[in-house]
């Protein structure tokens, strides 16, 4: 990104989307229809809107602090039911986010529909044995 021209980013896209419009796009990635808009729902944008989040996060201690960051930035990118609609009807949208902390080898999740913060720490399980292990959410 060149943030010193971010009327070039502007151009590009513009001529990305002309070039585009010639095309029969398929709904596999309908977000990608959007290119362009403010907050569009293409990976590209939505890679760059994370990343940018996370660049500008004020810098946080502990662990509980930077899930919260973490989960924070990944709720920035997220995509909500409504916004990218594929061609059977069906809508794009973020089943789960999920983080790892390898200092407590502690993983975090949340879904769609349970938005509340889940987590389970490794080390409480036989990581070597033969069985899957499930976890109650």
Not at 82 to 99: C, H, I, K, L
Not at 104 to 122: G, M
Request: glycine share 10%.
């Amino acid at each position: 990104m060149d943030a010193r021209h971010p009327t070039r980013i502007r151009q590009r896209r513009g001529k990305l989307n002309s070039y585009l419009a010639g095309i029969d796009r398929q709904a596999e990635e309908s977000g990608a229809g959007m290119i362009g808009f403010p907050g569009g729902y293409d990976p590209a944008s939505r890679f760059v809107r994370a990343a940018f989040l996370n660049a500008h996060y004020p810098a946080e201690e502990g662990e509980a602090a930077n899930v919260t960051r973490l989960f924070r930035t990944l709720e920035g990118a997220s995509m909500c039911k409504g916004g990218a609609q594929m061609a059977d009807g069906r809508f794009e949208y973020t089943m789960f986010s999920d983080g790892y902390s390898a200092a407590t080898k502690t993983y975090y999740w949340c879904t769609y529909d349970e938005p509340a913060r889940q987590s389970v720490c490794l080390d409480d399980y036989d990581l070597n044995g033969d069985e899957l292990i499930r976890v109650a959410a």
